[in-house]
């Protein structure tokens, strides 16, 4: 495959070994940079910073990210699991305005450039396993954006979404994962007009019973399990009243396939044995 | 020149046992009614030269391509043989990269696509099938069609290169379905 991949122009592989015999065509949209072990390449460094790199529309790094990556006209970068992330590769992202999908995670990357809200084409943020604990508030400005994956539940932590959500709410998300509902989140609003989503993981609840936002979930999630597509909902929480108060809802949510409550729970929802067997 | 060692399955039956358990249920086993007298298949298998890797491969291929007759993979048996006598380097990496070519040839424009992304991966690189079909997305190989989600469109790829071992599972999630997959050192090359 690796042969055939290059002999059609389709993907430049940089591996460790074969940096020298990288002699990029114009043609090639996509670039794979490949470090194995723990060796940083100054070969690779070179041969990059020679390089004419304004036609990778795909970039792909594994191993350290030793290099600047400000492509321009990039569409899908994955740095998932890469090494060495730094400040400048969150300057190098912000000019990237053409983004359809960006994975970062499990690098070290601790904030997301906030002209996020101008990249009209993203369609999947990956930021799991990573220190972003919040978005920009210019996220929502998102229209097509269908998945924002954030939190990391080994080490217990959920991402927060800009309050701004309850004006903005998101319409077109059909994956939200691993975020905190606090006191005054948006989110708890918001998620009542997410018609398609499909899966939605709330990865922390630090919500008083009674209060409004508690109240708003739960409405929220009795449209969400109601009417819209919803097959996967994870909850984690310290305290059994949300878990619990799941009993309240007006219809057994007939799409879902697969539930995962994780807390103090009294016993199971009472719809329980009416969801489909599929 | 990239070097793979594998043990060969010297005796022939031995490959051919494992073509046969290598092909899904839900084959058609009248195809093979016949088997294994059938030179054909005999014959498909002896080109696999006892590589466990391309007799997987091949069982993979012959399951996707339901349709095929028996002729059909007569005159496939006679291409391969003829490509790979008249293919100078007589060695099994020579052969293995001559039938996956002819298989990967074979494939609807989309999968080769999809699978030529692969190449992008560092070798026995654990590749999650969600990360792979947002990606495929966002490349833009996936084809809108009317009434089906982009996604579930995305997914019958992933699972079509699975059942060609293109892609061979690496962990199962808890509904059962394939999680993390990897590719085939082999087939990687």
Not at chain 1, 34 to 44: D, L, P, T
Not at chain 2, 19 to 45: A, H, I, M, N, Y
Not at chain 2, 123 to 141: N, P, Q, T, V, Y
Request: proline share 4%; glycine share 6%.
């Amino acid at each position: 495959m690796i042969s055939k991949s290059s002999e059609e122009n389709f993907a430049l592989a940089l591996r460790d070994d074969d940096w020298l015999m990288a002699a990029p065509s114009s043609k090639v949209r996509r670039l794979s940079i490949i470090h194995s072990s723990h060796s940083k390449s100054k070969h690779g460094k070179k041969a990059l910073e020679k390089m004419n790199t304004s036609h990778f529309r795909s970039l792909s790094v594994f191993g350290s990210l030793d290099i600047r990556i400000a492509f321009r006209i990039l569409q899908v970068p994955d740095l998932e699991g890469c090494r060495d992330f730094k400040r400048h590769h969150v300057k190098d992202i912000s000019q990237m305005l053409l983004l359809k999908y960006l994975s970062l995670r499990g690098t070290d990357a601790e904030q997301l450039p906030s002209s996020i809200g101008k990249m009209q084409y993203l369609e999947a943020l990956d930021v799991r396993e990573t220190n972003v604990t919040e978005l920009p508030g210019t996220v929502v400005l998102l229209d097509r954006i269908l998945h924002i994956l954030g939190g990391d539940k080994r080490r217990r932590r959920a991402l927060k979404l800009p309050d701004g959500i309850k004006q903005n709410p998101m319409r077109s998300l059909r994956v939200l994962s691993g975020i905190v509902i606090a006191e005054g989140s948006g989110a708890a609003w918001a998620l009542a007009e997410m018609r398609l989503l499909r899966k939605l993981a709330i990865y922390r609840l630090d919500v008083n019973k009674d209060s409004a936002t508690f109240k708003a979930l739960l409405s929220s999630m009795d449209c969400l399990l109601d009417r819209s597509s919803l097959s996967s909902f994870t909850m984690v929480c310290e305290c059994s009243d949300f878990l619990n108060s799941l009993d309240s809802l007006s219809a057994p949510p007939v799409l879902l396939k697969c539930l995962n409550l994780q807390g103090v729970l009294l016993g199971l929802p009472m719809w329980i044995h009416r969801l489909s067997p599929s | 020149m990239v070097m793979f060692i594998m043990l060969p399955l010297k005796q022939t039956p031995g490959s051919h046992m494992l073509f046969e358990q290598s092909l899904p249920r839900f084959v058609d086993k009248e195809l093979f009614s016949e088997w294994p007298g059938t030179d054909v298949w005999c014959g498909l298998v002896d080109i696999c030269h006892g590589v466990p890797a391309l007799v997987r491969t091949l069982a993979g291929f012959v399951a996707s391509n339901p349709k095929k007759t028996i002729e059909d993979w007569a005159k496939t048996l006679s291409c391969l043989t003829r490509e790979i006598i008249s293919s100078a380097p007589f060695d099994d990496y020579g052969r293995a990269t001559k039938l996956l070519n002819y298989f990967h040839s074979d494939m609807p424009a989309y999968l080769k696509t999809c699978s030529l992304y692969l190449s992008m991966f560092p070798k026995d690189c654990r590749i999650s099938r969600s990360r792979l079909i947002r990606r495929w997305i966002a490349e833009g190989f996936v084809d809108e069609k009317q009434g089906v989600r982009i996604e579930d469109e995305a997914e019958a790829y992933f699972s079509q290169l699975l059942e060609r071992r293109i892609i061979v599972p690496a962990e199962h999630s808890s509904g059962g379905g394939v999680k993390v997959c990897r590719v085939e050192s082999m087939v990687m090359e």
